[in-house]
T-cell receptor
């Protein structure tokens, strides 16, 4: 079974631009969640989708948004990029609806200059 | 407000010996706990998990212990190998939330030396 695939792996953007990151979950997994990892804040939960519905959102500004498609693939979007958005963005998929392990992709390293 | 705490930023262990990584939590609603291993510039790799109805779970060289009354869990790696050198994250979730959301600790960097 293929693992979680995230594209692109690396991205450099300028302040004020917007960016879209993509995630393909493990086949059969309907739960997809996103995390941001920074040296100062560690791994922080962004949001989680299940069957195209956002079920929970972390404490991030509205510039961070996401969606999930009918094939469970997910995208996250960050608008009006700020220098502080530079981070490793990780997508994870889970085999069950709740209280289960999450399998992570390799992440997208976003650098905002 | 750190709900999951890993108070040791680093740990150094000799190859072949036991590595013990510790984690404390404050939220009594947490009922599922996980350990992940992470290399730089890669996503975390799931290692082992434990439900709050158990106090121990074993998988090969990895054993997780849960002490609910103390709100403490630990990961034991026996015997430690150089390939175990990585950052280890403890994570927790609450089933009552009805969604998948992991709260992570800050991580402990494990170095296994010959």
């Amino acid at each position: 079974k293929a693992g979680v695939t995230q594209t692109p792996r690396y991205l450099i953007k300028t302040r004020g631009q917007q960016v879209t990151l993509s995630c393909s979950p493990i086949s059969g997994h309907r739960s997809v969640s996103w995390y941001q990892q920074t040296p100062g804040q560690g791994l922080q939960f962004l949001f989680e989708y299940f069957s195209e519905t956002q079920r929970n959102k972390g404490n991030f500004p509205g510039r961070f948004s996401g969606r999930q498609f009918s094939n469970s693939r997910s995208e996250m979007n960050v608008s009006t990029l700020e220098l502080g958005d530079s981070a490793l963005y990780l997508c994870a998929s889970s085999p069950q609806a709740t209280n289960t392990e999450a399998f992570f992709g390799q992440g997208t390293r976003l650098t905002v200059v | 407000d750190q709900q999951v705490k890993q108070n040791s930023p680093s740990l150094s262990v000799q190859e072949g010996r036991i590595s013990i990584l510790n984690c404390d939590y404050t939220n009594s609603m947490f009922d599922y706990f996980l350990w992940y291993k992470k290399y730089p510039a890669e996503g975390p790799t799931f290692l082992i998990s434990i439900s709050s109805i158990k106090d121990k779970n074993e998988d090969g060289r990895f054993t997780v212990f849960l002490n609910k009354s103390a709100k403490h869990l630990s990961l034991h790696i026996v015997p430690s190998q150089p390939g175990d050198s990585a950052v280890y994250f403890c994570a927790a979730s609450a089933q009552g939330g009805g969604y998948n959301k992991l709260i992570f600790g800050a991580g402990t960097r494990l170095a296994v030396h010959p």
